[in-house]
């Protein structure tokens, strides 16, 4: 079995786009949407949901006005500031539950938490294991796990050797859990600054994690200059180099119609052709 | 004055709002700072071009066993809530990376033999680009855990004068540090149903953290009533477009602000925030009658 993840550093540079045409050429693939925060794979493929779950969060506390007596330790050793005249701010709160150990006269109280949702849904191009964060839950880290957990599972129980991966932007906690121990990383970039910039860190990311790892440049002609900076840096650095995709408005309108832009007519079409065969030659399916 | 700007789906053009925005108040005469709070990948300096001669490093705190000490109890890994400590039959290991420094293993532990240590988990720099202020958070490339850095940034805001936050993108631990005591919250989205999607959760976001927030919308051309109806709908102000154009997104490929991009950009910006100003008194104003 096979995993390529599709992470950018930057975000915006079109890693949904890439992932949602992969899904359209690959076969045997299961697939995963791993921006749990800000998923979007789930536009451009129409899923069924066929089963949810929900995904526990870990337990909030909760002060007990009548028990308490404002001794005021849990505020003391709270280190985030979230204890402020016996209410706990849940936005500010990371669950550590020192305040709940700590409570001399057991006031402070655990609460269940529903920190988001997972689903495995049918779409017509191949099963997908999506989720959905709650807004500003912790945890968006686990949350990815179990979204690969699943989609491997998926995987092995239909006899399918790929899993395609759609990672969310950054270099931080769900970047990290959803790249370690993926088969390949696929970095799209976008020939600008900022993009040339991530780049390097995202590239130093997956080095530090040991992920094989290949580059794809989007819209490489909007600036041509700043695309021969990429490729130079992708030789200096050994990565591969697995294609350029050209500006195209037809990606825009793909996700206007809500489709993957493979499934429209147009010229970027034949460049994600030759973007997929080299990745499923790094990939060795 | 405290104005994020923030976004949900990446790339949409957060920090060309925001250095924009920057800049044209800076060169018409406000006391202004620049914060690039998003600290895994900082791309205002690109345009902002400063000159930062202050760094610090920023640690969180990690346990340090005193194995001698220790009695191999168990105490300190059975409370962390992180799985950050493991107690093995001869000693107890510690996993920094996973540590969110809630100081609960020293706390608790019946022998005294947890110390305090530290972990690097980025730098701050400060400088100035002309009279501006400039600040940004670098995170340190495997580390799991930026809110920490993110409120180290936000120390550094001017407590008279205009601080622009630059917000990561997403909408949960980093995205919700950068935005929570803000003023007023940018939201900067492009009409796509992408777009779309991450403006409602990152309208969301601002709404639980209660800040009002309004919506730039970035390459508008087909498909803008997408965002026009969600604002509609929502009540959200509508603040500025942004038009699809190959002479802003080539200026922006090569780090040229808004503000330079294309003629007349300076004065919607300060358009921007003129109507920001107008929408935090009203709020002052208002808001706290509701």
Not at chain 1, 80 to 98: H, T
Not at chain 2, 134 to 147: I, K
């Given at each position: ?285 | ?190 009409p ?28 508008a051309?087909d498909g803008r009533e997408l965002i026009e109806n969600f604002c509609l ?58």
């Amino acid at each position: 079995m096979k995993e390529l993840t599709v992470i950018s550093g930057k975000g915006g540079t079109g890693k949904t786009s890439v992932t949602g045409s992969f899904a359209v050429l690959a076969e045997k693939h299961v697939l995963a949407d791993c921006d749990v925060d800000a998923a979007n794979l789930h536009l451009i493929l129409n899923p069924q949901v066929q089963h949810r779950e929900s995904f526990p969060g870990m337990p909030m506390v909760e002060i007990i006005t009548e028990k308490c007596t404002g001794c005021g330790l849990c505020e003391q050793l709270c280190r985030y500031g979230a204890i402020k005249d016996g209410a706990v701010d849940e936005m500010s709160c990371e669950r550590c539950l020192v305040c709940y150990h700590a409570c001399p006269e057991k006031a402070v109280q655990l609460v269940d938490n529903v920190a988001g949702e997972w689903f495995i849904s049918h779409t017509r191009y191949g099963p997908m294991v999506h989720a959905r964060l709650g807004i500003a839950q912790e945890n968006s880290g686990k949350l990815v796990t179990e979204v690969r957990r699943r989609a491997r599972t998926l995987a092995e129980e239909q006899g399918k050797n790929l899993i395609i991966t759609d990672g969310p932007p950054g270099i931080g906690c769900p970047v990290i859990s959803a790249l370690g121990g993926s088969d390949l990383a696929l970095v799209v970039v976008e020939p600008t600054l900022s993009s040339i910039h991530d780049l390097f860190r995202v590239l130093e990311l997956t080095e530090h994690f040991k992920v094989q790892t290949a580059v794809c440049i989007n819209k490489w002609d909007i600036n041509p200059d700043n695309t021969r900076e990429v490729e130079n840096i992708c030789h200096n650095k050994k990565v591969t180099l697995a294609g350029r995709l050209r500006y195209d408005p037809a990606v825009v309108a793909a996700a206007m119609e809500g489709k993957p832009v493979i499934r429209l007519p147009s010229t970027v079409a034949g460049d994600i052709v030759s973007l997929w065969d080299c990745v499923r030659q790094e990939l060795g399916v | 004055m405290i104005i994020a700007v923030a976004s949900g789906k990446g790339g949409t053009g957060k920090t060309t709002v925001a250095t924009g925005l920057v800049l044209v108040l800076r060169d018409s005469g406000h006391k202004v700072a620049y914060l690039d709070c998003d600290v895994e990948e900082p791309n205002g300096h690109i345009f902002m071009a400063p000159q930062c001669n202050e760094s610090e490093d920023i640690f969180i705190e990690v346990p340090e066993i005193e194995q001698d000490k220790c009695a191999l109890c168990g105490k300190c890994a059975e409370l962390c809530v992180f799985n950050a400590l493991l107690v093995t039959s001869d000693e107890v290991i510690t996993f920094p990376e996973l540590c969110h420094g809630c100081g609960g293993c020293r706390y608790f532990c019946p022998a005294q033999a947890v110390r305090s240590g530290r972990k690097k988990i980025g730098t701050v720099e400060r400088g100035t680009a002309g009279r501006a202020v400039f600040v940004r958070g670098e995170l340190q490339v495997g580390t799991a855990l930026s809110p920490p850095l993110v409120n180290a940034v936000k120390k550094n805001q001017l407590s008279r004068g205009i601080n622009v936050m630059d917000a990561p993108p997403g909408t949960s631990c980093p995205a919700v540090a950068t935005v929570r005591g803000a003023d007023f919250c940018i939201l900067v989205t492009e009409p796509t149903p992408f777009g779309l999607h991450d403006l409602a959760l990152a309208a969301q976001m601002a709404k639980s953290l209660g800040v009002p927030c309004g919506v730039v919308v970035n390459r508008a051309g087909d498909g803008r009533e997408l965002i026009e109806n969600f604002c509609l709908q929502e009540g959200l102000p509508l603040l500025m477009k942004i038009p699809l154009s190959r002479t802003i997104a080539e200026a922006g490929s090569r780090g040229v602000p808004l503000n330079q991009a294309e003629v007349g950009w300076d004065r919607m910006l300060l358009l921007l925030y003129s109507d920001i100003k107008g929408l935090i008194m009203s709020e002052r104003a208002y808001g706290n009658q509701r």
